[in-house]
């Protein structure tokens, strides 16, 4: 069965710092993986994703996630945290068969101080 | 602004009773998929619809249904409400076509349903 982990609830950083938020899964066969972003009262918003190809995946606002298959990672990263990065974050897995649900880890909320 | 809506944004109601979420995929999206989003369960799939056809379904309760319609919005319905279906209730939509299904999902802003 396929199962997404974010195994820190809340992580807190100060600006200007690199953070990783992280996200490990289990699925049969090769995952698409996804990172999405919910700020207070808004739906998710999607940050990148991993299909295929080079393991390392630029998105939206500067962040970025690591493709690790022999560890099954997916950490979403940034070099240089900023205040408005603040929100929740979701890791997302789904395996390639075409009528596979999607599902999202529990969800970390990231705190950047100023 | 994803390009998806969802109507209406709040929902009260009494136990018991049964409402009709409505969504509005992005323009070109044949795929629409549901979630709720409480504050204990987390962020739970329930159903996608493709092109009409019920295409994956998740954790969704036998009092709840949805479909898809020809214009390709889509409707959630959930009846004999419970004080624990209150939540926020998400359409997603994407593109995918009919074998692929690696696209990103565009979210909605949500339906905020309490139940009394």
């Known amino acids: 069965a396929q199962s997404v982990a974010q195994p820190e609830d809340q992580v807190n950083v100060a600006e200007g710092n690199p953070l990783t938020v992280k996200c490990t899964y289990s699925?049969?066969?090769?995952?698409?993986l996804f990172w999405y972003v919910q700020y207070p009262n808004r739906g998710l918003q999607f940050l990148l994703k991993?299909?295929?190809?080079?393991?390392l995946v630029k998105g939206s606002y500067g962040f970025e996630a690591e493709f690790n298959k022999s560890q099954t990672s997916f950490h979403l990263k940034k070099p240089s945290a900023l205040v408005s990065d603040s929100a929740l974050y979701f890791c997302?897995?789904?395996?390639?068969?075409?009528?596979?649900?999607?599902?999202f880890g529990s969800g970390t909320r990231l705190s950047i101080r100023p | 602004d994803s390009g998806v809506t969802q109507t209406p944004k709040h929902l009260i109601t009494a136990t018991g009773q049964r409402v009709t979420l409505r969504c509005s995929p992005r323009?070109?999206?044949?795929?629409v998929y549901w979630y709720q989003q409480s504050l204990d369960q987390g962020l739970q799939f329930l159903i996608q619809?493709?092109?009409?056809?019920?295409?994956a379904k998740g954790n969704i309760l036998e009092r709840f249904s949805a479909q898809q319609f020809p214009d390709l919005h889509s409707e959630l319905n959930l009846s004999s409400l419970e004080l624990g279906d209150s939540a926020l209730y998400f359409c997603?939509?994407?593109?995918?076509?009919?074998?692929?299904?690696?696209?990103?999902?565009?979210f909605g802003p949500g339906t905020r349903l309490t139940v009394t």
């Open positions: 991993y299909i295929t190809g080079d393991n």
């Open positions: 997603a939509s994407s593109v995918e076509s009919g074998t692929v299904s690696s696209y990103e999902q565009y």
């Open positions: 699925v049969s066969g090769n995952p698409y």
């Open positions: 997302a897995v789904r395996d390639r068969s075409s009528a596979s649900k999607i599902i």
């Open positions: 619809y493709y092109n009409g056809e019920e295409r």
């Open positions: 323009s070109g999206d044949l795929s």
